[in-house]
């Protein structure tokens, strides 16, 4: 299983950005996947989930400004961040779960860096 996340960048405060991650090995159809970030000297964090059915949840933190999707035919799942801001800069995880797994899978993780 390979999760293959892409997208980061420098942004300016207020700017935009589109996280990619595409999997192999797993159908992100039937996963639990997530999107969760690591900013320096930090605990990672939850960021946005898509489940199975296609149930939507995101942090509070970051309500009403990113969008999580999800595209079966490209088996990959997207952050769509708007509104960014210097909190937000961090190392972002694409993870994917579903009950049978004792652990999940974790992607390599993008830089997402907003400069103010």
């Known amino acids: 299983v390979q999760l293959q996340a892409s997208g980061g960048g420098l942004v300016q405060d207020g700017g935009s950005l589109t996280l990619s991650c595409t999997a192999s090995?797993?159908?992100?159809?039937?996963?639990?996947m997530s999107w969760n970030r690591q900013a320096p000297g930090k605990q990672r964090e939850f960021v946005a989930r898509?489940?199975?059915?296609?149930?939507?949840d995101y942090a509070d933190s970051v309500k009403g400004r990113f969008t999580i999707s999800r595209d079966n035919t490209k088996n990959s799942v997207y952050l769509q961040m708007n509104g960014l801001k210097s909190e937000d800069t961090a190392v972002y995880y694409c993870r994917a779960w579903n009950p049978t797994y004792s652990v999940p899978y974790w992607g390599q993780g993008t830089q997402v860096t907003v400069s103010s």
């Open positions: 090995g797993i159908m992100v159809s039937n996963e639990y």
């Open positions: 898509i489940v199975p059915g296609g149930h939507i």
